[in-house]
C-alpha cells in the first residue's frame, strides 16, 4: 500500500518561510505525479501545486504562483514545497497527494488523487 508522509509544518510569521516534505514510499513506478492541497477551516481543500515524476514540469494555484516552489529528489521519492512570504491566508492543514500514470495535463484537481498522506499544519501568525 503507498504511503505518503508529510513533515515540516508549523508556526512561522507573516513573511516567513517553510518547507515542507512529502516522502513516498511502497511503490514502484515511472510515471506519477504528486500534489499538495491545503484545507482551512471551514473550506474546501484545494491545489496548490503539483509536479509530474517524468519530466518534472509543474503546476501552481494562482494564489502562490512566485512564492511556493515545488520539487523532487527522484532517488529518495521526495518531493518538497519551499513556502515563501507566507500571508495568514496561507494556513491551513496540508496534505500530499500520488497519482499514478502519465497525463498531458498534470492533474490538478483532489478528486483525480487516490493516494493521501496524513497532512501537516501550516499557521501563520504573528
Known amino acids: 500500500q503507498v504511503q505518503l508522509v508529510e513533515s515540516g509544518g508549523g508556526l512561522v510569521q507573516p513573511g516567513g518561510s517553510l518547507r515542507l516534505s512529502c516522502a513516498a514510499s511502497?511503490?514502484?513506478?515511472?510515471?506519477?505525479?504528486i500534489g499538495w492541497f491545503r484545507q482551512a477551516p471551514g473550506k474546501e481543500r484545494e491545489g496548490v501545486s503539483c509536479?509530474?515524476?517524468?519530466?518534472?514540469?509543474?503546476y501552481y494555484a494562482d494564489s502562490v504562483k512566485g512564492r511556493f516552489t515545488i520539487s523532487r529528489d527522484n532517488a529518495k521519492n521526495t518531493v518538497y514545497l519551499q513556502m515563501n512570504s507566507l500571508k495568514p491566508e496561507d494556513t491551513a492543514v496540508y496534505y500530499c497527494?500520488?497519482?499514478?500514470?502519465?497525463?498531458?495535463?498534470?492533474?490538478?484537481?483532489?478528486?483525480?488523487?487516490?493516494?493521501w498522506g496524513q497532512g501537516t499544519q501550516v499557521t501563520v501568525s504573528s
Open positions: 509536479i509530474r515524476s517524468s519530466d518534472g514540469s509543474t
Open positions: 511502497r511503490f514502484t513506478a515511472k510515471y506519477y505525479a
Open positions: 497527494a500520488l497519482v499514478f500514470g502519465w497525463y498531458r495535463e498534470i492533474p490538478q484537481k483532489r478528486e483525480q488523487y487516490p493516494y
